[in-house]
């Protein structure tokens, strides 16, 4: 399976900045997935980034507060902006190879990201 | 609704001794299943996953999962559980190929194994 990196680790923020997280993947692969895991909750998909053209954001999370980016078949960005307490979550990159479905999707070590 | 439902929270279990975590779905179709296990300060690994063929899956680390079609139920297994194994289990369903909702894993609210020496 591929290498995910993501940058930063962890980060402690001030309300009201943003902080770009990236995801590079040591080998192209089809489908890049952004992911938030709230303190004690499971994953929920925030969206998925297409290479070349807007990401596809799930209910609940829009470009504005998201941004996403995704240049090439092995790297993207995830900027969470303008924070707030609320958004203190890990957020994990995910990848899928081939025919998404038809191969499970792998994970980044996630980004551990606190507001103050 | 899509949804999976992991019904023990926490779960503790005394070294060697066996191991069941419980998953049951909801689902439109028949989904892909995978059950990840996370690590504290780690990402989610994929510890197995069923897409067809034969129910009884092997995994990595000594486990195993059963789907049961009746059951709408996937349960992961281990007959004699290391003190490694303490960790965050998540179990997931997603689409089949074609599906307009490729690529998106649903997730259970996870299972946290604490194991006794």
């Known amino acids: 399976s591929a290498v995910i990196s993501q940058k930063p680790s962890r980060d402690i923020c001030q309300r009201g900045t943003s902080l770009t997280i990236q995801c590079q993947v040591d080998?192209?692969?089809?489908?890049m997935f952004w992911y938030r895991q709230q303190p004690g909750q499971s994953l929920t998909l925030i969206a998925t980034a297409n290479q070349g053209s807007e990401a596809t954001y799930e209910s609940g999370f829009v470009i504005d507060k998201f941004p996403i980016s995704r240049p090439n078949l092995t790297f993207s960005t995830l900027t969470v902006s303008n924070m707030s307490p609320e958004d203190s979550s890990i957020y994990l990159c995910?990848?899928?190879?081939?025919?998404?479905?038809?191969?499970?999707?792998?994970f980044g070590d996630g980004t551990r990201l606190s507001i103050l | 609704a899509q949804s999976v439902t992991q019904p023990d929270i926490h779960i503790t279990v005394s070294e060697g001794a066996s191991l069941e975590l419980r998953c049951n779905y909801s689902y439109g179709a028949t989904p892909y299943l995978f059950w990840y296990v996370q690590s504290p300060g780690q990402g989610l690994q994929l510890l197995l996953k069923?897409?067809?063929?034969?129910?009884l899956v092997q995994g990595i680390k000594g486990f195993e999962a059963e789907f049961k079609r009746s059951q709408s139920s996937f349960n992961l297994r281990k007959p004699s559980v290391h003190w490694s194994d303490a960790a965050e289990y998540f179990c997931a369903v997603g689409p089949r190929p074609g599906s307009s909702n490729t690529g998106k894993l649903i997730f259970g609210q996870g299972t946290t194994l604490q194991v006794k020496p």
């Open positions: 069923y897409f067809s063929g034969d129910t």
């Open positions: 995910s990848v899928g190879y081939g025919e998404v479905g038809n191969q499970p999707q792998h």
């Open positions: 080998s192209q692969v089809t489908m």
